[in-house]
């Protein structure tokens, strides 16, 4: 895969379709990858990286990108789809400034799954089958793939793009996700038993703000947290009620527009299951208000907000110029 994407985007920046294209560098770990802008063909054959821990996805960085000049490739999985077409409708992307090539996703890895079965010291991760082959600087390790899928991918809604330009390989269907059987679970405890939950969860926050800066639905110009004089800006949490408010305001925050994108949790350094959070709302807004999947499409009206460019804090949409 990672071959025919540098090809593909080695042909769209010659044949002039693009100027630049957001894909994937290596970091510091074979496993460290990290989103990466490149301009030419001798970038994208020097550090472009797909493999199964290319798992972020790059549909926020276009708020910023698509508002540059020229076009720029972007490569979506089906989950990134829904991200962007959320942006779109949100309009805080401009659809036409990027050339989208959807590609496909059969689950990613966590490295976190393959470092709690004890191995450590990771170089290298290859798929042979079912099995995964681990090269680490003490030797050879396996385990089952299955055992190192990624949270989010487990519970994956849809193979389908949404949105794209063109597709490498074919376009898959929406699943039967049990996505919501855990959320089942937490409405049938007791309150007091899903406080405690919450409260063993969010007691672990360290308040690093990782899952704002990677939620998609995060892209305010002016967030709450960056304001000093909102009383619940980026801090270290010193008490629970901080703990909890954090959440509870950035789950209200996205209710109805989060697409479950499982990005908040994937990237959480405590492993807060923050998408169980997001899910309750997503479930029952489905229920209250009849089948939503944000980020399906891009006119239809939302449940409970829509951006519109005569919006009261008007600077959401208009500061971006995007019309
Ligand atoms: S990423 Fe995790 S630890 Fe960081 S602020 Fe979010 S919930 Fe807290
Ligand atoms: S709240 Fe989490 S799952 Fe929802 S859009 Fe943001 S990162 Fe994705
Ligand atoms: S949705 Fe809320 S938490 Fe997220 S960026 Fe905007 S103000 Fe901040």
């Given at each position: 895969?990672?071959?025919?994407?540098?090809?593909?985007?080695?042909?769209?920046?010659?044949?002039?379709?693009?100027?630049?294209?957001?894909?994937?560098?290596?970091?510091?770990?074979?496993?460290?990858?990290?989103?990466?802008?490149?301009?030419?063909?001798?970038?994208?054959?020097?550090?472009?990286?797909?493999?199964?821990?290319?798992?972020?996805?790059?549909?926020?960085?276009?708020?910023?990108?698509?508002?540059?000049?020229?076009?720029?490739?972007?490569?979506?999985?089906?989950?990134?789809?829904?991200?962007?077409?959320?942006?779109?409708?949100?309009?805080?992307?401009?659809?036409?400034?990027v050339y989208i090539v959807g590609?496909?996703?059969?689950?990613?890895?966590?490295?976190?799954?393959?470092?709690?079965?004890?191995?450590?010291?990771?170089?290298?991760?290859?798929?042979?089958?079912?099995?995964?082959?681990?090269?680490?600087?003490?030797?050879?390790?396996?385990?089952?793939?299955?055992?190192?899928?990624?949270?989010?991918?487990?519970?994956?809604?849809?193979?389908?793009?949404?949105v794209y330009d063109e597709?490498?390989?074919?376009?898959?269907?929406?699943?039967?996700?049990?996505?919501?059987?855990?959320?089942?679970?937490?409405?049938?405890?007791?309150?007091?038993?899903?406080?405690?939950?919450?409260?063993?969860?969010?007691?672990?926050?360290?308040?690093?703000?990782?899952?704002?800066?990677?939620?998609?639905?995060?892209?305010?110009?002016?967030?709450?947290?960056?304001?000093?004089?909102?009383?619940?800006?980026?801090?270290?949490?010193?008490?629970?009620?901080?703990?909890?408010?954090?959440?509870?305001?950035?789950?209200?925050?996205?209710?109805?527009?989060?697409?479950?994108?499982?990005?908040?949790?994937?990237?959480?350094?405590?492993?807060?299951?923050?998408?169980?959070?997001?899910?309750?709302?997503?479930?029952?807004?489905?229920?209250?208000?009849?089948?939503?999947?944000?980020?399906?499409?891009?006119?239809?009206?939302?449940?409970?907000?829509?951006?519109?460019?005569?919006?009261?804090?008007?600077?959401?949409?208009?500061?971006?110029?995007?019309?």
């Amino acid at each position: 895969m990672q071959e025919a994407m540098i090809e593909k985007a080695k042909q769209l920046l010659a044949d002039g379709t693009v100027n630049r294209v957001i894909g994937w560098k290596r970091g510091e770990f074979a496993y460290d990858i990290t989103p990466a802008v490149f301009r030419n063909a001798e970038e994208l054959e020097a550090d472009f990286v797909y493999d199964d821990f290319t798992a972020a996805n790059v549909s926020k960085y276009l708020v910023k990108e698509s508002a540059k000049e020229g076009k720029i490739l972007a490569f979506l999985k089906p989950c990134d789809t829904y991200s962007f077409n959320q942006l779109t409708k949100e309009h805080r992307v401009v659809r036409d400034n990027v050339y989208i090539v959807g590609i496909p996703s059969e689950g990613k890895l966590d490295i976190e799954k393959i470092k709690a079965k004890g191995i450590s010291g990771v170089l290298s991760v290859e798929r042979d089958g079912d099995t995964l082959k681990i090269e680490t600087v003490y030797g050879t390790e396996t385990m089952p793939v299955s055992e190192a899928i990624s949270t989010k991918c487990l519970s994956c809604k849809s193979k389908k793009h949404v949105v794209y330009d063109e597709l490498i390989g074919e376009d898959g269907d929406v699943i039967a996700s049990d996505r919501f059987d855990m959320v089942e679970k937490l409405e049938n405890m007791t309150a007091k038993e899903r406080y405690e939950f919450w409260r063993e969860q969010l007691s672990k926050c360290i308040r690093c703000n990782a899952c704002r800066n990677v939620c998609p639905a995060c892209t305010c110009e002016k967030c709450v947290f960056d304001n000093p004089n909102s009383g619940v800006e980026n801090k270290a949490a010193s008490d629970s009620f901080e703990e909890n408010m954090f959440h509870i305001i950035r789950a209200f925050h996205v209710a109805g527009r989060c697409t479950d994108c499982g990005e908040c949790s994937r990237v959480c350094p405590q492993n807060i299951p923050l998408h169980l959070l997001n899910r309750k709302f997503i479930k029952d807004i489905n229920s209250l208000y009849g089948e939503y999947q944000a980020g399906e499409d891009t006119t239809s009206k939302a449940p409970l907000t829509n951006y519109t460019f005569d919006d009261c804090e008007a600077s959401i949409v208009h500061e971006r110029g995007v019309e």
